[in-house]
């Protein structure tokens, strides 16, 4: 199948049309949003056009950002002329296109004159680091003119207008209230970290798309100090390419009227954020590994912010101690054997022939996910024993890849020290076993 984007360019005078706005078609003024949570990351279904897609929402970007069809044949767009685009990564500006006039509905949240990026870069696959569909990030016109709460226990975004009353109450009696303020469309707080001795309040963009704790940019700051213990990692890609960096643990870092202790932060190398336009006294970036351990409410015509600590508010800080980064190259089809003596139907995975009860055996195929090694640190347990980029990952811990999501694999990666990883490998048409402890480096 060939995936095509149909691109309509309307060369004429928009002005009597109506502000890109989104609002509440029911007679709740309310509507209920599930989405699935990944890597503290969001995920919800948005309806383009027509076309049912999934969008990460992220409060760090000002656009409507569409970067991916992945299996959908085609997608709409209306009114469309040529940009650059900048962001994170080390790269230069790469070539979108912004498109007008178009519909986007998350169910019964509507906006009928939609502002959309489109990014043609095909080296940005957000889709393979966490193992689903992503066809684009949703940013500040989800939030700006109505009351948004996330909901991380429960995985589901409210969105209320601003007359109801129920939410008002319910915010004034349960959660804690503090300021935000909103620049270049985004939303800005101010934390305090605490570095050895010294308490630095610090102005940090509010971002649900920042899967870390907390990001510093210490070329915007000479009071936090990057920590003697760190190490050097790859913290994900931006538009503009890879993104690297430091991490390293502080004192403490306060959020909520909770304090954290011992908290991983990140350090970005100046490199990746030359792209990157900065409001004045910003320091940094508080992410959802803080974030998603509290419900959230957004309420950005008020500048703010209402927060309740939720069941992960006391979890630790982990990373992956593997010094590996896993990603998501694909599906292929799998040889399954279904039990039919059994009214369960116990399903037998199975790659050699089958046994003498073949005859009670029912045979099919399914779509499973390949993985592969997309990073490997320097330094790390992983590089120590040889695994290496390209790998393809057949087992780990002798639970076969097939049957695993890139959220299980981090989740083992970063589970606890001491704990013993084997993973399963094939390399140039060969297979390799590798066995290494994971290790709290810093």
Known sequence: ?????????????????????????NIKNKVVIPFKLINNLIFIPVTINGEELTFLVDTGVEQTILFSLDDKEEVKLFEVEKLKLRGLGSKDAIDSYKSSRNKVEIKDFVDNNHEIYVVLDQEFNFSSHVGIPVNG????????????????????????????????????????????????????????????????????????????????????????????????????????????????????????????????????????????????????????EILSRFTIVFDYLNNAIYIKPSKRISDPFNFNMSGIEVEHVGLEWVKEAEDERTSGGIKIYTDNTLDKFQSSLKIHFTLKPVFKIASVRVDSEAEKVGLKVGDRILKINRQTAHWLTIEMINELLKSEEGKIIEIEVERAGKTFIFKFQLKNII
């Open 137 to 288: 990030i949703i940013g500040s016109n989800f939030f700006k003119k109505h009351i948004v709460e996330i909901d991380y226990d429960r995985k589901k975004i409210i969105v209320y207008n601003h007359n109801h009353k129920k939410i008002t109450s319910r915010l004034q009696k349960k959660f804690v209230k503090d300021s935000i303020t909103i620049e270049d469309k985004k939303p800005y707080c101010i934390s305090n970290i605490k570095n050895g001795n010294q308490t630095i309040p610090s102005k940090l963009l509010v971002d649900t798309g920042n899967s870390d704790a907390v990001w510093v940019f210490l070329n915007k700051t000479d009071k936090i100090k990057l920590p003697k213990k760190n190490i050097q990692d790859y913290l994900g890609r931006g538009f503009s390419g890879n993104v690297y960096g430091k991490r390293a643990r502080i004192s403490s870092f306060e959020f909520g009227n909770k304090t954290f202790y011992n908290p991983l932060i990140t350090f970005p190398d100046s490199t990746s954020l030359k792209s990157v336009n900065f409001v004045p006294n910003r320091v940094g970036s508080l992410g959802s």
């Open 1 to 25: 199948m060939r995936l095509k984007l149909l691109l309509f360019f309307l060369f004429f005078s928009v002005s009597g049309f109506s502000q890109s706005e989104f609002q509440i078609n």
